[in-house]
């Protein structure tokens, strides 16, 4: 009779460990990625368990010029927790940015990044993400290979509709 009162408390008063599924939702937020240093809308839609498809749109115009930054990311969930995602992703972007002489020129940026996503409980609907990685890019300061370690504001908050 112990045994049986012990299972029904663990079953009734216990909490469920599973990875919280966001396949089919689409999150919205922001990021700071590009290196053109332009705040950017972030698109997320997570196609299945493992794999989700982002995009990213950046728009800075004034008077005489345009920047921007735009581009796909795309994320491969490598390991799930209850309220975190350890993911691989890799981003492509075009950008637009003023040199020092103050002409627009055009880049590139490619990065490969390893991260993490987590949620706080209560409010499994904003999704807080960094990441480290690599970046091949052509921006304000020219061609460079560097080395990334993006914090949450940079690597990007969405929340989850």
């Known amino acids: 009779m112990k045994y049986l009162t012990l299972g029904f408390a ?12 966001k396949t089919g939702r689409i999150g919205l937020g922001l990021t700071n990625q590009p290196i053109n240093d332009i705040p950017s809308l972030s698109l997320k839609l997570q196609q299945n368990r493992y794999f989700a498809l982002g995009a990213i749109l950046g728009l800075r115009s004034g008077e005489d010029n345009t920047e921007y930054g735009a581009g796909l990311k795309i994320y491969r969930v490598i390991f799930e927790e209850e309220l975190l995602n350890f993911f691989l992703s890799a981003t492509a972007l075009t950008l637009a940015f003023e040199d020092d002489q103050k002409k627009i020129q055009s880049g590139y940026q490619i990065d490969g990044t390893m991260g993490a996503e987590f949620h706080f409980e209560g409010i499994e609907s904003i999704g807080f993400s960094f ?4 970046s091949a890019n052509k921006g304000p300061k020219g061609r460079r290979i560097e080395t990334l370690g993006n914090n949450m504001v940079r690597a990007g908050v969405h929340f989850y509709l």
């Open 10 to 21: 663990l079953f009734f008063f216990s909490t469920q460990s599973f990875a919280l599924s």
């Open 131 to 134: 990441e480290f990685g690599l």
